[in-house]
């Protein structure tokens, strides 16, 4: 029996309000049925609050196909079907999807059937049984490939346009591998019945975990080189382990966002760690520096309720910080506790919407501490603590003197680590240290007079650390150190304490213990100081050709072919023409910059043979060599490699580099189709960091004619409301 009845309802650009016609009582069912459209257009209220990110997107180019894909979180998803918009809710999806029969769909769940229309078109049933939350549903329309790989029972497959498809095994190769050690960390299953990995075009983030279906940027399709797979890496073990956290597991509310990313930005670390622990050391280490760069700008902790949008929990409070504090509960509770409760909190909550308490609550019952201190001073507090120390032996007694402070004035920390101390070479204990006040005392007995020391010897601790200590002591750190933190702050703190020329002292030869120092970022410190402190690089020549030419690290090769291509170009000219046929992109960029610098006098010829290369790095060089040397009619060069390139960093530099080309080409006004093309960047692009890159291009040669009159019709046309602040600034 048909029991439909059409209700009175209202809309206020974002809400819709529903009369039932009568009361419901808790537990009672009420069956809604909506009918509605959707396309790429938007009000202009709504576009003010969503800035330029709409939820769903048409991708229509000349010489593609059409593509269209949506990206729900944080609250966009209600601008392409009505929902509930918010994190703890949860339902199941049934989705009818009717396109041209050419094109492929993708979305949650299993694809049920796919039913020929027979007038050209085709409609797919995807059903999603498992309640998951409104901003992980998902649809992707285009032209794909698919390619499935075996595992286990699940349905694994990457979705690559047509013509890239063979890049597919390159870019997700380790995702098995991955599956299998997320199982075993997180010690729970992999929770849905497939998962999809599809490469869109113009996607306005890098990846999105939507459930069993996640989404990347093409930007990953560019130039897959060693060191750009590596770092891809990352981005795919992050969506992926979203699959458990966020998405099996998911935040209450968005104040608790660091409960989907922290876990999802650690499992990075946790992959690395299991194929190459130093490289995976030093990725945390980068998230603690970006908690120290950024923290006094953003003085807020992780988890926060005054937030003005949902959009302000995405910053590196909830990704890098939550990772971080992740570590260092890790290294408080030990690895059998921590990934037992890991697998507890998954199991308990499974299916469910959580906060921060529910997850400390799980790991204080797994390891029978009282963990308030810790939530309330990492998760609850911003910023971080800075600790000096100084120490002191005598009599057979150890002390150290710390001092503690923050930048916003707040209680001192609990700070829970270890001391390791050497006695001789061969012979080392390890110190529990504790302490809570912003000035504190601990002794300790140690038999002989220590030869040197170190805080927090894993280097797990969030916190900017400076330990006083003798050139001897540090000197004793360089060759002692296991960790390579440690050998890299004993190097930068001795470079502090003496002079600069003691670098290259006979009597040090400091700088070639770093050179040859076994980690690559210990290294990187070595190749920064003949810049830093403006070293003659000749003594050290045979050290740095020999990076050039035998670092398994390509970023390390770079940098030093660039440190012998900008100060002895002219004698390795037969280096740079040989590693021009190298198989990195970093590597053959700084070999064709020194090629240009050499003087050789084919330079000309030997630039117009990479001018077709997709590679940024040799862009780059060539960009310097049309800047430097005024070489005219260049500019759609740089249009042609700009399309090429994807990556937001990458596009911003560019940009600026094509700037400065017509800066030092034009004395007037620059050629109507390159401003053109950089305006349209400035508007049209859905990165909004890509558009204020694009709009600082054309500022900074705003008194070529033309110019000024370009940059108020961008800031007229903008709508994200970071841009249009920044741009009132400028």
Same mark, same amino acid.
């Given at each position: 029996?048909?029991?439909?009845?059409?209700?009175?309802?209202?809309?206020?650009?974002?809400?819709?309000?529903?009369?039932?016609?009568?009361?419901?009582?808790?537990?009672?069912?009420?069956?809604?049925?909506?009918?509605?459209?959707?396309?790429?257009?938007?009000?202009?209220?709504?576009?003010?609050?969503?800035?330029?990110?709409?939820?769903?997107?048409?991708?229509?180019?000349?010489?593609?196909?059409?593509?269209?894909?949506?990206?729900?979180?944080?609250?966009?998803?209600?601008?392409?079907?009505?929902?509930?918009?918010?994190? +703890?809710?949860?339902?199941?999806?049934?989705?009818?999807?009717?396109?041209?029969?050419?094109?492929?769909?993708?979305?949650?769940?299993?694809?049920?059937?796919?039913?020929?229309?027979?007038?050209?078109?085709?409609?797919?049933?995807?059903?999603?049984?498992?309640?998951?939350?409104?901003?992980?549903?998902?649809?992707?329309?285009?032209?794909?490939?698919?390619?499935?790989?075996?595992?286990?029972?699940?349905?694994?497959?990457?979705?690559?346009?047509?013509?890239?498809?063979?890049?597919?095994?390159?870019?997700?190769?380790?995702?098995?591998?991955?599956?299998? #050690?997320?199982?075993?960390?997180?010690?729970? @299953?992999?929770?849905?019945?497939?998962?999809?990995?599809?490469?869109?075009?113009?996607?306005?983030?890098?990846?999105?975990?939507?459930?069993?279906?996640?989404?990347?940027?093409?930007?990953?399709?560019?130039?897959?080189?060693?060191?750009? +797979?590596?770092?891809?890496?990352?981005?795919?073990?992050?969506? #992926?382990?979203?699959?458990?956290?966020?998405?099996?597991?998911?935040?209450?509310?968005?104040?608790?966002?660091?409960?989907?990313?922290?876990?999802?930005?650690?499992?990075?670390?946790?992959?690395?760690?299991?194929?190459?622990?130093?490289?995976?050391?030093?990725?945390?280490?980068?998230?603690?520096?970006?908690?120290?760069?950024?923290?006094?700008?953003?003085? *807020?902790?992780?988890?926060?309720?005054?937030?003005?949008?949902?959009?302000?929990?995405?910053?590196?409070?909830?990704?890098?910080?939550?990772?971080?504090?992740?570590?260092?509960?890790?290294?408080?509770?030990?690895?059998?506790?921590?990934?037992?409760?890991?697998?507890?909190?998954?199991?308990?909550?499974?299916?469910?919407?959580?906060?921060?308490?529910?997850?400390?609550?799980?790991?204080?019952?797994?390891?029978?501490?009282?963990?308030?201190?810790?939530?309330?001073?990492?998760?609850?507090?911003?910023?971080?603590?800075?600790? +000096?120390?100084?120490?002191?032996?005598?009599?057979?007694?150890?002390?150290?003197?710390?001092?503690?402070?923050?930048?916003?004035?707040?209680?001192?920390?609990?700070?829970?680590?270890?001391?390791?101390?050497?006695?001789?070479?061969?012979?080392?204990?390890?110190? @529990?240290?504790?302490?809570?006040?912003?000035?504190?005392?601990?002794?300790?007995?140690?038999?002989?007079?220590?030869?040197?020391?170190?805080?927090?010897?894993?280097?797990?601790?969030?916190?900017?650390?400076?330990?006083?200590?003798?050139?001897?002591?540090?000197?004793?750190?360089?060759?002692?150190?296991?960790?390579?933190?440690?050998?890299?702050?004993?190097?930068?703190? *001795?470079?502090?304490?003496?002079?600069?020329?003691?670098?290259?002292?006979?009597?040090?030869?400091?700088?070639?213990?770093?050179?040859?120092?076994?980690?690559?970022?210990?290294?990187?410190?070595?190749?920064?100081?003949?810049?830093?402190?403006?070293?003659?690089?000749?003594? *050290?020549?045979?050290?740095?050709?020999?990076?050039?030419?035998?670092?398994? +690290?390509?970023?390390?090769?770079?940098?030093?072919?660039?440190?012998?291509?900008?100060?002895?170009?002219?004698?390795?000219?037969?280096?740079?023409?040989?590693?021009?046929?190298?198989?990195?992109?970093?590597?053959?960029?700084?070999?064709?910059?020194?090629?240009?610098?050499?003087?050789?006098?084919?330079?000309?010829?030997?630039?117009?043979?990479?001018?077709?290369?997709?590679?940024?790095?040799?862009?780059?060089?060539?960009?310097?060599?049309?800047?430097?040397?005024?070489?005219?009619?260049?500019?759609?060069?740089?249009?042609?490699?700009?399309?090429?390139?994807?990556?937001? #960093?990458?596009?911003?530099?560019?940009?600026?580099?094509?700037?400065?080309?017509?800066?030092?080409?034009?004395?007037?006004?620059?050629?109507?189709?390159?401003?053109?093309?950089?305006?349209?960047?400035?508007?049209?692009?859905?990165?909004?960091?890509?558009?204020?890159?694009?709009?600082?291009?054309?500022?900074?040669?705003?008194?070529?004619?033309?110019?000024?009159?370009?940059?108020?019709?961008?800031?007229?046309?903008?709508?994200?409301?970071?841009?249009?602040?920044?741009?009132?600034?400028?």
């Amino acid at each position: 029996m048909n029991t439909e009845k059409v209700l009175i309802f209202n809309t206020d650009y974002n809400k819709l309000e529903i009369q039932l016609g009568k009361y419901y009582q808790p537990g009672q069912t009420c069956n809604i049925k909506i009918n509605y459209h959707t396309n790429d257009q938007f009000s202009e209220t709504l576009l003010k609050e969503m800035g330029s990110e709409k939820g769903i997107y048409f991708i229509d180019k000349p010489n593609k196909a059409p593509q269209i894909w949506t990206q729900g979180q944080p609250n966009l998803a209600s601008s392409w079907f009505p929902t509930i918009d918010a994190p +703890n809710e949860r339902c199941t999806q049934e989705m009818l999807i009717t396109v041209a029969d050419t094109l492929t769909t993708i979305s949650n769940g299993i694809l049920i059937y796919s039913t020929n229309n027979g007038n050209g078109t085709k409609t797919d049933y995807w059903k999603m049984d498992v309640p998951h939350a409104p901003y992980l549903f998902n649809m992707v329309i285009g032209d794909f490939v698919p390619t499935t790989v075996p595992w286990k029972d699940i349905e694994l497959t990457y979705w690559l346009e047509k013509g890239e498809q063979h890049k597919a095994d390159k870019i997700f190769k380790n995702t098995p591998a991955m599956l299998s #050690l997320f199982e075993e960390r997180f010690g729970t @299953p992999f929770p849905w019945p497939k998962y999809d990995q599809t490469v869109v075009r113009e996607y306005i983030a890098g990846a999105m975990e939507n459930t069993t279906s996640s989404i990347f940027h093409s930007m990953i399709l560019n130039n897959l080189s060693e060191e750009k +797979n590596r770092k891809l890496d990352f981005l795919v073990a992050h969506e #992926l382990a979203h699959q458990w956290f966020g998405n099996y597991v998911t935040c209450e509310s968005w104040a608790h966002a660091t409960l989907n990313e922290a876990m999802a930005t650690y499992a990075e670390y946790l992959w690395f760690e299991n194929v190459d622990l130093e490289f995976a050391e030093q990725h945390i280490l980068e998230d603690r520096l970006i908690c120290f760069e950024k923290s006094l700008d953003h003085p *807020y902790p992780i988890v926060r309720f005054d937030y003005n949008l949902p959009s302000d929990q995405f910053t590196f409070n909830s990704y890098e910080k939550g990772a971080t504090v992740m570590h260092m509960l890790r290294n408080y509770l030990g690895d059998s506790t921590f990934f037992n409760g890991i697998k507890t909190y998954l199991n308990q909550y499974a299916l469910a919407s959580v906060e921060l308490n529910d997850f400390r609550k799980v790991f204080e019952e797994i390891s029978g501490h009282d963990l308030h201190w810790f939530f309330d001073q990492w998760f609850y507090r911003s910023g971080y603590p800075k600790i +000096n120390i100084k120490h002191h032996y005598q009599n057979n007694t150890l002390q150290l003197f710390f001092e503690q402070f923050n930048d916003f004035d707040q209680p001192p920390y609990r700070i829970d680590t270890e001391l390791k101390v050497w006695t001789d070479a061969n012979h080392y204990k390890l110190i @529990p240290i504790r302490f809570n006040q912003h000035l504190d005392t601990l002794s300790f007995t140690i038999d002989s007079q220590p030869i040197t020391l170190q805080f927090d010897h894993k280097h797990t601790l969030l916190a900017e650390v400076f330990h006083e200590k003798s050139i001897q002591e540090l000197k004793q750190l360089v060759n002692l150190g296991e960790h390579f933190l440690t050998r890299h702050q004993a190097i930068s703190q *001795y470079l502090e304490l003496t002079s600069y020329d003691s670098l290259s002292s006979p009597e040090t030869q400091i700088l070639k213990l770093v050179l040859r120092d076994p980690n690559t970022y210990v290294q990187s410190l070595g190749l920064e100081a003949f810049d830093l402190y403006q070293i003659d690089p000749q003594p *050290y020549e045979k050290e740095i050709e020999s990076m050039a030419m035998n670092s398994k +690290n390509n970023a390390i090769r770079a940098t030093a072919i660039s440190i012998l291509a900008d100060y002895m170009p002219e004698q390795h000219k037969p280096m740079f023409t040989e590693l021009l046929k190298d198989s990195s992109d970093a590597v053959v960029g700084a070999s064709l910059h020194g090629y240009i610098k050499s003087g050789a006098e084919d330079v000309n010829d030997k630039v117009e043979s990479f001018k077709e290369s997709a590679s940024f790095d040799v862009m780059v060089a060539i960009a310097y060599h049309y800047i430097s040397n005024n070489i005219k009619s260049q500019e759609h060069w740089f249009m042609q490699k700009i399309d090429l390139l994807h990556e937001e #960093l990458e596009l911003y530099y560019m940009l600026s580099l094509m700037s400065k080309y017509l800066y030092a080409n034009y004395d007037t006004a620059p050629p109507e189709q390159a401003i053109k093309f950089i305006r349209q960047y400035a508007i049209e692009h859905t990165n909004h960091k890509v558009r204020f890159g694009a709009y600082m291009a054309l500022h900074d040669i705003r008194d070529l004619e033309g110019i000024e009159g370009e940059l108020k019709y961008i800031k007229e046309n903008e709508t994200h409301q970071e841009l249009i602040s920044a741009y009132k600034s400028l």
